[in-house]
């Protein structure tokens, strides 16, 4: 059974930095990333990660601010810096196994930047 276990979110002021994690198990995993959902808006993707850890992708709105990284094949990390209020949203972890191609999302974590 696959599992993603996101950690990492809270509160923060305009500027500051988070870091999110996600623990996955239950198969085999090729690229894992992030996706997020502000109230009223779709969910949308913030980073991708392949399975090396060498390819990355971001969306447009964080380039330059947000990290993703991998250090191992069931662990994915976004760090979060210079943080701003349209950033608030529940974040995703997601992850693409390796064999079936099934996708899969965590439950989610609050991310709120506000002053």
């Known amino acids: 059974q696959v599992q993603l276990v996101e950690s990492g979110g809270g509160l923060v002021q305009p500027g500051g930095s988070l870091r999110l994690s996600c623990a996955a198990s239950?198969?085999?995993?090729?690229?894992m990333g992030w996706y997020r959902q502000a109230p009223g808006k779709q969910r949308e993707l913030v980073a991708i990660?392949?399975?090396?850890?060498?390819?990355t992708s971001y969306a447009d709105s964080v380039k330059g601010r947000f990290t993703i990284s991998r250090d191992n094949a069931k662990m994915v990390f976004l760090q979060m810096n210079s943080l701003k209020p349209e950033d608030t949203a529940v974040y995703y972890c997601?992850?693409?196994?390796?064999?079936?191609?099934?996708?899969?999302w965590g439950q989610g974590t609050q991310v709120t930047v506000s002053s």
């Open positions: 990660i392949g399975s090396s850890g060498g390819s």
């Open positions: 239950g198969s085999i995993f090729s690229i």
């Open positions: 997601y992850a693409q196994t390796a064999w079936r191609k099934n996708d899969y």
